[in-house]
């Protein structure tokens, strides 16, 4: 299943690396349930998250510059930061 | 007030593991050593904590190293129904082996001829502690958190390591709540040894994926 | 501050940098402490991983440069300590000047 980061910058403490804001990706694996960081961080009763693995292609994340297009990069993203493509 | 001067910690020395000292007990107290000393007394005082809690922490981080990985690799290598579960849920599979891990998750990625896989932590420096021990200075440096994602082949080449085109890189980035470890691929000429001598064969670097395992030096 | 779009400073995937520098030291006792508080004081629920990484991020990245990954940590803890109300900003103070005052080397102040 196909899914796109949120293309979003808030200054706070957030826990999705700049580099895959906007980028698709391909889930590799779901997780399960885990406390939100925006909120854990900030001393909020932090909801239940489903956190995801996200397989990203270099070529995706970094266009023409990829040092390998076939090479990826996988990341934990949490469910709120993603929509399906 | 007496204390332990011991002139072997003087700058510049060598501690017996190969790597230069901290300054430690004998040399000026800085601002910072003096607030771990503020906060633990205080935390002690009001009673969040207890001086053997403490102790004993330290004992239990110390007690950690990439020993305890080296030998849940070597058992993967060996015991198929172990890599089984490994793969499936590597911090019950390590807990079962008898390491104490604490709350950690863990997932094991394998090595293969067609994969091979790295770890890195580019929003801070999470790493299997619980399992590995504390990580190595560089890991947690601008340089390795910033081009392992970018350019990890060139990163590797600076760890003596040259992977072909035709081997997929996998770059693990550890940005929540998963802790990864990799599964190095085990060099043919360790292949029918026994598993305390395999053990010998896997590095620190094997695990974190910027290095292969290798014969004893 | 020139064309900023909201990535944060510790956010570094993909920055340029140097090469790998492979210097390796070895922990000092008090930076063993250190580790020690964040992980009692976490168990305690007086902070989390968060709160500690919100804290390092906020210091900004001079602090990354100048100081080291321990004195990082300890200024976020205790920080996250004042936070949760474990100690007041009026105590840290006067235990600071008290430990201070013990002797000039951190084996006499410990």
């Known amino acids: 299943m196909k899914v796109r980061v ?20 391909e889930i590799e694996r779901k997780i399960g349930l885990f406390s939100n960081p925006e909120q854990n961080a900030y001393r909020h009763a932090p909801e239940q998250r489903e956190l995801l693995r996200v397989r990203f292609k270099m070529s995706e994340v970094w266009g023409a510059n990829a040092e390998n297009p076939n090479d990826v990069i996988e990341a934990e993203i949490y469910s709120h930061w993603l929509e399906a493509v | 007030m007496p204390h332990d001067h011991n002139d072997s910690q003087a700058p510049g020395t060598i501690s017996p593991s190969g790597h230069p000292y901290r300054p ?18 205080l935390l002690v005082e009001k009673g969040y904590i207890t001086a053997l809690q403490i102790q004993n922490q330290i004992d239990t981080m110390d007690a950690r190293s990439p020993t305890n990985g080296a030998n849940v690799v070597a058992r993967a290598w060996t015991d198929p129904e172990f890599k089984a579960a490994l793969m499936n849920d590597a911090a019950q599979a390590t807990r079962d082996m008898g390491f104490d891990i604490g709350p950690m998750h863990l997932i094991a990625v394998e090595n293969s001829d067609m994969v091979h896989n790295v770890v890195v932590c580019t929003l801070c420096s999470c790493y299997p502690r619980n399992l590995l021990g504390l990580p190595p200075d560089w890991y947690k440096s601008r340089a390795y958190r910033s081009r392992a994602v970018i350019e990890p082949r060139k990163v590797l080449t600076e760890f003596g390591l040259v992977l072909s085109e035709n081997v997929q890189v996998r770059v693990h980035d550890s940005t929540a709540d998963m802790r990864y470890i990799v599964i190095p691929s085990q060099p043919e000429a360790s292949k029918g040894l026994p598993v305390p001598d395999l053990v010998k064969w896997v590095t620190r670097d094997s695990m ?3 290095g292969k395992a290798h014969a004893p030096t | ?22 210097n390796q030291h070895d922990f000092a006792l008090w930076e063993k402490r250190v580790d020690a508080l964040m992980v009692l004081s976490s168990a305690a629920g007086l902070m989390n ?23 990082r940590w300890i200024s976020s803890v205790s920080q996250n300590m004042i936070e949760f109300g474990a100690f007041n900003t009026t105590e840290l103070a006067q235990k600071m000047a008290e430990v201070k005052s013990r002797g000039d080397t951190y084996g006499e102040a410990t």
Do not use: C
């Open chain 1, 6 to 25: 949120h293309n979003n910058w808030p200054p706070g403490h957030v826990r999705t690396p700049g580099y895959l804001r906007g980028k698709t990706g």
């Open chain 2, 24 to 41: 430690d007990d004998d040399r000026p107290l800085t601002y910072w050593q003096n607030m771990e000393i503020a906060v633990r007394e």
């Open chain 2, 208 to 210: 974190i994926g910027v």
């Open chain 3, 1 to 22: 501050m020139k064309d900023f779009f909201g990535k944060r400073w510790h956010d570094m995937g993909g920055d340029p940098a140097g090469s790998i520098d492979h």
């Open chain 3, 49 to 71: 991983t968060d709160s500690l990484r919100r804290v390092l991020e906020d210091m900004g990245t001079e602090a990354y440069e100048t100081m080291t990954y321990y004195e």
